[in-house]
């Protein structure tokens, strides 16, 4: 699998090729504000529920990741979490391919056994925006200590009552709230993981800032998404949504979808340095999802906390 992963050398490149990057006409949308802004600034999305006054408080609550629309579209469908043939079905069918690379990066990384049953052991792991805990309950079964939140309270019931059914898998954690809500609690883990999360939430770099606030020095933290690529739009919406009908029309924007180059960039300037970076891609004919060094649609990036 290692050479399949995009190495250290070609994120040195990337980490490079940023700052020119940044300048060029692709790093904006037509009629938006530019995404330079939209990354790097406070402002959030006009969806957002973020920076309300608090009332209990007098004051503003730190900008929130929250987008109210986003929300409502996984509350709609919470129900469905554990059919594999449902609207899940491609999270469910990616699950053992990004296991695959968590396990790999982290056993690697904390000096872990790869082969053993429950290479996590002693590990404290949170995973943000579970949803109904696909990705929680084998972290679970791989020794890890886990917590899952996630802002939807039907998502966290669901997982909840999943979780109870077997005894490993109802040590886990679970919580309805947010990163941002978890960093005031000055709560901190081991590794910090939001699969499929960052291209639904208000602010992007204020929530890769609370990932990384929640990450131990020299802690993990593994963010995947979809790439903002003319192929993204053509695999990961139309084909996905309008002519497959894996998942619901309306699920993704295109335009909140963030480039590896962004990602790398905005985690640099959390204080996480990215290590690995891979791709997923699927095999129609199996069916299967396999890790590559294709990073145009989906794909996984693994960093460190770096110690100050
Ligand atoms: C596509 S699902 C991914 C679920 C899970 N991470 C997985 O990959 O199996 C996105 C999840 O993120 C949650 N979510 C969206 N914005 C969030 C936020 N700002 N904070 C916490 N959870 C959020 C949604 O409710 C939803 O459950
Ligand atoms: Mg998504």
């Known amino acids: 699998m290692a050479s399949k992963l995009v190495r250290h050398s070609h994120l040195r490149a990337l980490s490079f090729s940023i700052n020119n990057y940044i300048r060029s006409p692709h790093f904006s949308t037509p009629n938006r504000a530019p995404l330079s802004y939209r990354l790097f600034s406070n402002a959030s999305s006009s969806s957002s529920s973020s920076a309300r006054p608090d009332k209990s408080t007098g004051g503003f609550q730190r900008a929130s990741s929250l987008k109210d629309l986003e929300l409502t579209k996984f509350a709609s469908i919470a129900e469905t979490w554990w059919d594999s043939e449902g609207p899940f079905k491609p999270l469910h069918v990616m699950n053992p391919t990004r296991l695959a690379f968590i396990r790999s990066t982290l056993c690697q990384h904390f000096s872990k056994d790869p082969n053993s049953a429950r290479p996590f052991e002693g590990l404290k792991i949170v995973d943000v925006g579970c949803g109904g805990g696909i990705l929680s309950e084998p972290l679970a079964r791989m020794g890890a200590t886990v917590t899952g939140v996630d802002a939807v309270e039907k998502n966290i019931k669901i997982a909840h009552i999943h979780a109870d059914l077997d005894p490993v898998t109802s040590t886990i954690e679970y919580c309805c709230t947010t990163a941002e809500k978890l960093v005031e609690e000055d709560r901190k883990f081991d590794v910090v993981i939001a699969l499929e999360v960052i291209e639904h939430v208000a602010n992007p770099a204020e929530f890769c800032k609370s990932l990384a606030a929640l990450t131990v020095p020299d802690g993990a ?45 905005i985690l640099q300037r959390a204080n996480i340095t990215v290590r690995e970076m891979a791709g997923f891609v699927y095999n129609p004919l199996t069916g299967r999802w396999s890790l590559s060094d294709d990073i145009s649609v989906n794909f996984i990036a693994f960093g460190t906390k770096n110690c100050q």
Request: glycine share 2%.
């Open 221 to 265: 933290t593994i963010i995947s998404t979809i790439n903002r690529s003319m192929r993204s739009y053509a695999t990961a919406i139309v084909a996905a949504e309008y002519l497959l009908h894996w998942l619901p029309k309306g699920t993704h924007e295109w335009s909140s979808f963030l480039t590896p180059e962004e990602l790398v960039l």
